[in-house]
């Protein structure tokens, strides 16, 4: 009876510990898209030469990574999709301001 209890112990702990780490993988992704939207923002005040391209690639190899996660419940799927809709009209509005800059926007 106490291997059963112990192995059903073992479980939910993996699983809080699981959950843990996506939600650490959110938080961190939450605040990969705020420094990018700063480094965009000096882009287009005029601080630095080149778009910060690179780090939009990484980020969004990031939010590919994490939507193939079938582990995530309810909570973390609404706010990873709620961060999703975040970068993607903070993407359309960078790709807009490169535009009017006159550069191409991958």
Request: proline fraction near 2%; avoid cysteine; hydrophobic fraction near 35%.
């Amino acid at each position: 009876m106490a291997m059963i209890g112990n192995r059903l112990y073992r479980g939910t702990q993996a699983k809080n510990e699981e959950a843990l780490e996506i939600d650490q993988q959110l938080a961190r992704l939450e605040e990969d898209i705020r420094r990018l939207k700063i480094e965009f923002d000096i882009y287009f005040n005029g601080a630095t030469k080149r778009p910060p391209l690179e780090t939009r690639a990484r980020l969004d190899a990031v939010i590919r990574r994490i939507s193939d996660n079938r582990s995530l419940n309810y909570a973390q799927r609404y706010q990873f999709n709620t961060l999703v809709a975040r970068f993607t009209s903070y993407r359309e509005l960078w790709r807009r301001g490169m535009k009017a800059k006159g550069e191409d926007f991958i």
